[in-house]
């Protein structure tokens, strides 16, 4: 099963759409008839009536786009010594009241370009019983939960894959192709882990993403946000635990008393044209888990803004580092990623994090260089590398790394193979091969005088970036592969 849909994907109930807004209540209402069928059976399950096995389980709704065989020669350009005849495509879906303004968007982009022919039905995917009810079964008996598996699916891990973000069902012409990146079991997984890591809902999440790795830009976004919020730019700023604050200031929750692993922040605006920032702590591992999981909600951009160790003599504390290549030391990818394949810099993503740093440092032209550099980040999973300096000092040197630190590469990697654009924009803190060792008080003056205006140079970024979007020039063709699916 390399698409993640069953060998012959049947559809049950199908019908012909007529556009994109139709399609998307249709898929919801399917969707929502299917939960409530699992949780009828659930509630009978626990009341100890008696349930049928061989049929009446909830099962994921379902698109198919078909496109004419005159149109099927723009959909694929993969040599496979073919006739070009009528192309199928189909995904199962989940969560469509969530995700509904991107299948209108992707649907209608389809539906005008191939002029496809679009079906909603049923599939034959059964949704397990923790994606569709969370915490039901937090409250059975021991004998319950042995009972459970004979009733209820539980998650299918053979189809929670990333096989087609990979490319790995790019020859299988078996069945239809992939329309979207992921499947919809896929898909739950991730929601829930997004729930788990940041403690904040899907819903909140804004398609324009900033990643850190220190606490203090947290605390300056917070501010910020407030005040967006407060003036009537923004409507909700969302905090960990639900905590929400609107227009008259107040929050909805006193603040949570245990942070997650990755505390998520949203500032919320109409549209869905807001900002997310994700501290994601330090480390590759913290930044491959986050953007996993991220990516299935198909966000417009990820930046990582943070801090990195500087490797030039001419650098000083506080300047700025875009990088234009990465050096993958981090390793956490390199099994579905491997680290010869380059990842290339998107000119959209670098051209807005150049401008907004000379809007908000007031610098240009030559002044401006003296304080930005570009070149080669270096991203290493190994926090103590000083300890290896003398092994590494080859590495650098032939890599003409400007910088190095612990997440940018592996969110470059993430960005490139989930074909989300993404860019890095770090800032120096230290420079231990020069002398100087990150120490408290040093880093303590340095935070206080730096943090504010990185910031706010990663949120201008986005601000030019959502201008790049509404003209539809964001989405860059070198993210994309042959024969991709259909959906963004």
């Not at 509630?43 to 786009?65: L, M, N, S, T």
């Not at 694929?76 to 969530?98: K, N």
């Not at 929670?160 to 973000?165: G, P, R």
Request: glycine share 6%.
């Amino acid at each position: 099963m390399p698409h993640g849909l069953p060998d012959e994907l049947e559809i049950d109930r199908a019908e012909v759409m007529n556009g994109a807004e139709a399609a998307a209540d249709r898929l919801t209402a399917l969707y929502e008839e299917q939960v409530e069928i699992i949780r009828e059976r659930f509630d009978a399950f626990v009341a100890g009536r008696a349930i049928e096995q061989a049929k009446g389980y909830g099962v994921y709704p379902c698109i198919h786009a078909r496109i004419s065989a005159e149109k099927s020669t723009l959909t694929s350009s993969l040599a496979l010594g073919q006739v070009a005849s009528e192309h199928a495509f189909a995904t199962a879906v989940t969560h469509p009241r969530l995700f509904r303004s991107y299948f209108i968007r992707q649907l209608s982009k389809v539906i005008d370009t191939y002029g496809a022919e679009i079906t909603v039905g049923l599939s034959n995917r059964p949704i397990p019983l923790p994606f569709a009810m969370e915490a039901a079964t937090a409250n059975l008996t021991e004998e319950q939960r042995d009972a459970l598996q004979r009733h209820f699916f539980t998650p299918d891990l053979v189809s929670t894959n990333d096989d087609i973000v990979d490319g790995k069902a790019i020859l299988d012409r078996s069945g239809p192709l992939p329309l979207s990146m992921f499947t919809a079991e896929r898909t739950d997984y991730s929601l829930n882990r997004i729930r788990h890591y940041t403690a904040t809902d899907p819903e909140h999440f804004q398609p324009f993403v900033l990643l850190t790795n220190y606490q203090r830009y947290v605390d300056e976004f917070v501010i910020w946000a407030k005040e967006e919020v407060s003036a009537g730019r923004a409507e909700l700023l969302v905090e960990p635990g639900g905590r929400v604050t609107g227009a008259d200031g107040e929050p909805s929750a006193p603040p949570a008393p245990k942070l997650p692993q990755m505390p998520a922040y949203h500032l919320v605006r109409k549209g869905q044209r807001g900002v997310t920032l994700v501290n994601i702590g330090v480390g590759p591992s913290n930044a491959k888990t986050i953007t996993d999981h991220l990516a299935v909600l198909r966000p417009h951009v990820w930046l990582m803004i943070g801090h990195c160790g500087g490797l030039r003599r001419t650098q000083r504390l506080g300047d700025y580092v875009l990088a234009h290549a990465y050096l993958r030391e981090d390793r956490v990818l390199d099994h579905a990623l491997p680290p010869s394949i380059p990842l290339p810099t998107l000119a959209e993503v670098q051209l807005a994090l150049s401008q907004a740093v000379s809007d908000e440092t007031g610098l240009s032209g030559a002044e401006l260089k003296q304080h930005l550099r570009t070149g080669t980040v270096v991203t290493t999973d190994d926090r103590n590398w000083e300890l290896r300096f003398e092994e590494l000092a080859v590495l650098l040197n032939q890599s003409r790394a400007i910088a190095i630190d612990m997440e940018s590469a592996t969110v470059a990697a993430a960005g490139y193979r989930y074909r989300v654009p993404y860019g890095t924009l770090l800032c120096v803190s230290d420079r231990p091969i020069h002398g100087e060792i990150k120490l408290p008080g040093m880093a303590n003056a340095f935070y206080q005088a730096r943090v504010g205006q990185h910031l706010k140079i990663g949120l201008r970024t986005l601000e030019l970036l959502r201008s790049e979007a509404d003209k539809g020039s964001l989405h860059s063709r070198k993210l994309r592969s042959f024969d991709e699916p259909l959906f963004r």
